[in-house]
């Protein structure tokens, strides 16, 4: 069976979907890896590295993909430079895995199904113990989290820390973080360990005793209804909740010198936390990370992938963080897509077994058909 790693052709996707170590573990299993020529040159892994740890090298883009059981990618395929549709290099019946935002672009589901492509995507994974090791959102967001901390801290025009000199006493930063799912808490994690004073905010209450352990304060709001779903994911809130959380957190922004933005509703556009009248309320000098710029911004005035100035507030909405980390962000995705191939493979064979829970998630589509309700659903 072969396994194929296709080199990413967007300019802003340093990530590979097999890193060197990864691709010894397939071999030893018995599986015949392929890799694209210059696959790991963004990520520091020379094609001899590849080599070195049992991978084919392969030079002709077409040929790879052609060649593949299964296709391995980190962004979902697109339409290159050169013209050449990436989905149409598949050979039916090949299983693709990356990805493949199926929830903000489930057009690009439909292509695989017609193509009788078996597409599974990695944000479909479930959040539940047994899918951990394959959790590629999760490993992803924490990169996400701790870059924003950094950035921040780079960007703000003072210390993080407090610090006694003989010139005087630097009080500590005020970082304000919003949203604490797995990018959040990272931000808090990484603003503590600079020596901020870190605040939180989350709509789910069950947040607040992780916030506390990182030690951070966690801002309490009175919202009108219940906030999380069945799978612990967060619910898109009702107007009132919406008015009552911006009068209470509004006070915090303004008196922050960071704040860090990672809230998301799955499939949803972003929820709007900071108004432009908040904004304009906020002291001159301090810096807004808004990691959601991508579905639309936490952040009134975000521009997506820039870094803008608005009444003295620095306000960056970068894109695709974990791009930038990409040596290691690329070691755990490695992972989480390995331990997803391992549950296809049984007794040398591929099996796409729905009865496996894990395998029904995040398979979007599979002989011909549109397998995830989730992606019918918006399609229809
Ligand atoms: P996410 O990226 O979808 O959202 C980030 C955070 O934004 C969430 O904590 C969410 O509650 C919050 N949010 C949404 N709307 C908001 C609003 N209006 N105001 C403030 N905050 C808002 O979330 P995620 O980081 O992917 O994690 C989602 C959930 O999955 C969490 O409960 C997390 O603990 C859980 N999880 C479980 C596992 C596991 O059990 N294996 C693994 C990872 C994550």
Known sequence: MKIAVAKESEACERRVALVPDTVTQLVKNGLEVLVESGTGERTFFTDADYEKAGAIIVKQTKHLWAEADILLKVSPPR???????????????????????????????QILAERQVTALSMEMVPRTTRAQSMDALSSQASIAGY??????????????PMLTTAAGTIAPAKVFVMGAGVAGLQAIATTRRLGAIVEAFDIRPSVKEEVQSLGARFVEVQLEEETATAGGYAKEISEASKKSSQQVVTDHVK????????????????PLLITREMVLQMKKGSVIIDLAAEQGGNCACTDPGKDIIVNGVNIIGPINLPSSMPVHASQLYAKNITSLIRLLIKDKDLQVDFNDDIINAVCITHAGKIHSPLIQELLS
Do not use: H, M, W
């Not at 008196?255 to 972003?270: C, E, L, R, Y």
């Open 147 to 160: 870059k924003a901390g950094l950035i921040a801290a780079a960007a703000l025009p003072k210390y993080f």
């Open 255 to 270: 008196n922050s010198d960071v704040v860090i933005t990672t809230a998301q509703v799955p499939g949803k556009k972003a």
């Open 79 to 109: 339409k290159r430079d050169d013209g050449i549709l990436e989905v149409d290099l598949l050979k039916q019946g090949a299983i693709l895995i990356g990805f493949l935002n199926p929830l903000g672009n489930p057009g690009l589901a």
